[in-house]
Each structure stands twice: as C-alpha cells, then as structure tokens.
C-alpha cells in the first residue's frame, strides 16, 4: 500500500500550484495539511463513489479537489494561495478493510 504525492513546492502569494497523489492498494480519500508547530488538518476529502467534496472554510472558493478513479489518483488545485497556506500536505487514504494509510507528504511553500 502506498500513497505518493507529488505537485508541491515554491510559489508567490496569489499564485496556485496543482498537488496529486497517486494511490497503489487503497482508495484516496482527501488531501491534509500540517503546519510547522500545528496539528495536521483537514484541507479536502471526496467520496469515491460520488458526492459532495468537503473543505475546510479557509480554502473554501481556492481549493478545488477531484479524483481520477481510472488511475486511482487524487488532485488538489490550489489558487490564490496565502502565505497560510504554508505546509506539508498529505494524501490520506483508505484500504479495502478499512485501514487509513498516508503519504508521506509535499512540502508546500507560499513566499509573502
């Protein structure tokens, strides 16, 4: 089971960067964050088999989750990013029993 993310990096405020995970032997199921000195937080999630994604208020209107369910991956678009929303971002997802597994994360990096 493995859950690989990719897309993260440098960007200037007000700029937008596109995450992905690619999921081997699970479902991915959202996309979360921690922050240096904070707890990790949900940013995303999306159902697998259709329904309404749900995001946290303050990416609201910026962020934009989506999933591939023939390549079994799951994207972030990420816009007008504040320098808040510095972080590494995880892709949290779920096994065929049930298990949650993580990636290991990308860092995210927004410059004032």
């Known amino acids: 089971v493995q859950l690989v993310e990719s897309g993260g990096g440098l960007v200037q405020t007000g700029g937008s960067l596109r995450l992905s995970c690619a999921a081997f032997?699970?479902?991915?199921m959202g996309w979360y964050r921690q922050a240096p000195g904070k707890q990790r937080e949900l940013v995303a999630t999306?159902?697998?088999?259709?329904?309404?994604?749900n995001y946290a208020h303050s990416v609201k209107g910026r962020f934009t989750i989506s999933r591939d369910n023939t390549e079994n991956t799951l994207s972030l678009q990420m816009n007008i990013l504040q320098p808040e929303d510095t972080a590494v971002y995880y892709c949290?997802?779920?096994?065929?029993?049930?298990?949650?597994?993580w990636g290991r994360g990308t860092q995210v990096t927004v410059s004032p």
């Open positions: 949290n997802g779920r096994t065929a029993s049930g298990t949650s597994k």
């Open positions: 999306l159902p697998s088999g259709g329904g309404s994604a």
């Open positions: 032997g699970s479902t991915p």
